[in-house]
Structures are given as structure tokens and as C-alpha cells.
């Protein structure tokens, strides 16, 4: 294995996990007030009701995608009877259905970013910056997807997932990743330059989901007749 090899498979992957979690640290620390989307539906919102569903629905599905095809062993598919193909099959049809709904989501985020004018002014280099790290590596994830049907001699969850899920038990398996497709290692480098700007952009508000909304109190309501007495 190469030091080029070294530094792309084992460096870079805690060179992004510090970045990540210091970045939020950071944000959170210094920047509270900026931890928003900086949500723009006051000035255009019917393109805001298409592209926003389509690309926050569809990217749910593609990390939901992402944590079986990575995290999930293949001999734990194998022991509940899910076959290789009926796998690669599911894998492949969710995979370019939510690819290409959260492709068009964010192209139509884009495009209303860039014709409505208070919108587009509001844009930051920050902004786009992201918006073009985003849209390569949702490309590059649908060119893995579309190349897999072709390329049977690599599979990722003989090379990328080991060597991701070695990475977060302090082994990392460079030798792994040496193993797969350029498209694969594309991907891979892309989504981690992602996550090493994710703190400093408007995704950040990914971490602030109101999930206590689900688990909050009933409001107890009271008509004025009932007050007034």
C-alpha cells in the first residue's frame, strides 16, 4: 500500500471525523444563532413545496440506504435469507429512484435559488460551495449505483463498507479500499469532503430536526366563556 493509499483510506477519514465534530463544537459554541437553513419560503414558495420534499424524502431513503449497504454485514443479509441478487436488486431500485428524486429535489432548489432575486442575493459563496460538493456527490452515488449493474468484479460490501465500519473500531482497512472501483473511491472522497463542510454551511440544521416535537405535552386548551368566569 502506497502513502498516497495511507493518507486517502486511514488519514483523511479522521482528518473528516475531527473536522466534523470540532465544526459542530465550533457552530454551536460561537455561532448559535446561524445554526438555521435561513429559510427563504417567504419570498417564493411554490417550487419551495416540490423541490424541499423531494430532495429531504429521497436523501432519507438514500442514508437509509446508505447505513444497511454500510454498516449492515453481508453475513448478517445472508443469515436472515435475503439472497446476493435479491439484495443488489432492492439495492439497485432504491437507490436510483431515491437518487434521482433527491437529484431533481435539489436541482429545483437550485434553480429557484438562482431566479428568485432576494433569494439569490441572500446566497453566500459558502452556500455554493456546498450546493456544488452536494450535487457531486449525489451524482457520484448514482454513478456507483448505475456502474454496479456492469461492474461484477467490485463489491462494495467487500471493500467500502469493511473498510468504513473499521474505520469507527479504531482499525481502519486501507487494504480494503484499495480493492474498489474508481467510482466507488470517487464517492467516497467526495462524501467525505462533504462532511468536513457540513458544520460551516446551512446543513448543519440536519442536527437540530425538532425531534422533541413528537414527545412534547398536550396544550390544554380553554374556551373564553370558561376563562371569563
Known sequence: MTWGETALWIVCPYLTLVVLIGGLIWRHRYDRFGWTTRSSQLYESRLLRIGSPLFHFGLLVVILGHVIGLLIPESWTDALGVSE?????????????????????????????????????????????????????IVAGLLTTVLSVFDHETDYRTT????????????????????????????????????????????????????????????VYRSRDRMDA
Open 160 to 219: 467500502v463498507s469493511p473498510w468504513f465500519r473499521s474505520i469507527f473500531v479504531l482499525q481502519p482497512d486501507a487494504a480494503a479500499m484499495t480493492g474498489a472501483s474508481w467510482a466507488y473511491k470517487l464517492h467516497a472522497l467526495i462524501g467525505m469532503l462533504l462532511f468536513a463542510l457540513f458544520p460551516f454551511t446551512r446543513l448543519v440544521h440536519a442536527f437540530s430536526a425538532p425531534i422533541g416535537y413528537l414527545f412534547r405535552p398536550y396544550i
Open 85 to 137: 441478487r435479491l439484495y443488489h436488486v432492492g439495492a439497485l431500485a432504491g437507490g436510483v429512484v431515491a437518487g434521482f428524486c433527491t437529484l431533481a429535489g435539489v436541482a429545483l432548489l437550485i434553480f429557484r435559488r438562482r431566479r428568485t432575486g432576494p433569494v439569490f442575493i441572500a446566497t453566500t459563496r459558502n452556500d455554493k460551495a456546498m450546493y456544488v460538493v452536494l450535487v457531486a456527490a
